[in-house]
């Protein structure tokens, strides 16, 4: 059974910091990109970051160089460091685990970021 497991989501302000995980179980962890998305109330869900099997990353525009994902291939997870945050940020972050034909989803970490 494959699970994806976020945590370290909460409320900062303006400006601060928070640091998303997701354990990663039941697929060939090495052999998949990892992916977080977030979706803001009567928003579409966004992709935030992707990191690729190899360790490439790539962003969405707006995040605009405060944000960093990384993977740790020996302890199956992913992370999602974010700086600077902004009251936009506010929104529901997702990790996601793909390859082609394939992809499993986190149940979702709250994100509130206040002004």
């Known amino acids: 059974q494959v699970q994806l497991v976020e945590s370290g989501g909460g409320s900062v302000q303006t400006g601060g910091s928070l640091r998303l995980s997701c354990a990663v179980s039941?697929?060939?962890?090495?052999?998949?990109?990892m992916d977080w998305y977030r979706q803001a109330p009567g928003k579409q869900r966004e992709l935030v970051a992707t990191?690729?099997?190899?360790?490439?990353?790539n962003y969405g525009n707006f995040v605009m160089g405060r944000f960093t994902i990384s993977r740790d291939n020996a302890k199956n997870t992913h992370s999602l460091q974010m700086n600077r945050l902004r009251p936009e940020d506010t929104a529901v972050y997702y990790c996601?685990?793909?390859?082609?034909?394939?992809?499993?989803w986190g149940q979702g970490t709250q994100v509130t970021v206040s002004s």
């Open positions: 996601s685990a793909g390859r082609r034909g394939e992809k499993y």
């Open positions: 039941g697929i060939d962890f090495t052999n998949y990109g």
């Open positions: 990191i690729s099997r190899f360790g490439t990353a």
